[in-house]
């Protein structure tokens, strides 16, 4: 994972990668999130689980952070409230621009056309993953 997201030669450093072990403490969770993953699967590894975490890169992709010693998605899940003072020379404004609110538009009609897409893929590996299962129970 560190190669591929830090190599200067990697094709794709921005790729989603979801990590999937037999071993889960949370040392090795850890780990793998401090090389880079993007999801975390242990197994066995089920089907909706599997859907949850593409859907999940999909539709929710963290932000990419790059400090001297890490490359990768934004590690931090949870959006905690500030509760301290505000620190900015002017306090952001409520009133959108005609400009800004074409594109808000524009970015509400892609993220509903992602949201699609994010279910056909997921339907299309569920199947893939019912078909093998049932496979090896043949």
Not at 31 to 55: H, Q, T
Request: net charge positive.
């Amino acid at each position: 994972v560190r190669k591929l997201r830090n190599d200067k030669d990697s094709p794709n450093p921005l790729v989603p990668i979801i990590m999937l072990s037999a071993y889960s403490e949370m040392r090795r969770v850890t780990e793998a999130r401090d090389c880079g993953i993007n999801e975390f699967v242990v197994k066995p590894v089920s089907a909706k689980s599997l859907y949850a975490r593409i859907k999940e890169i999909i539709k929710n992709p963290r932000a990419f952070v790059q400090t001297a010693t890490y490359f990768g998605p934004d590690r931090r899940r949870r959006q905690v409230k500030y509760e301290g003072e505000e620190r900015r020379k002017t306090a952001p404004t409520a009133e959108l621009s005609n400009d800004e609110v074409k594109a808000a538009l524009v970015a509400a009609d892609r993220q509903a056309a992602d949201d699609k897409m994010a279910d056909l893929v997921a339907v299309k590996v569920a199947e893939a993953l019912a078909a093998r299962d049932a496979a090896a129970g043949a």
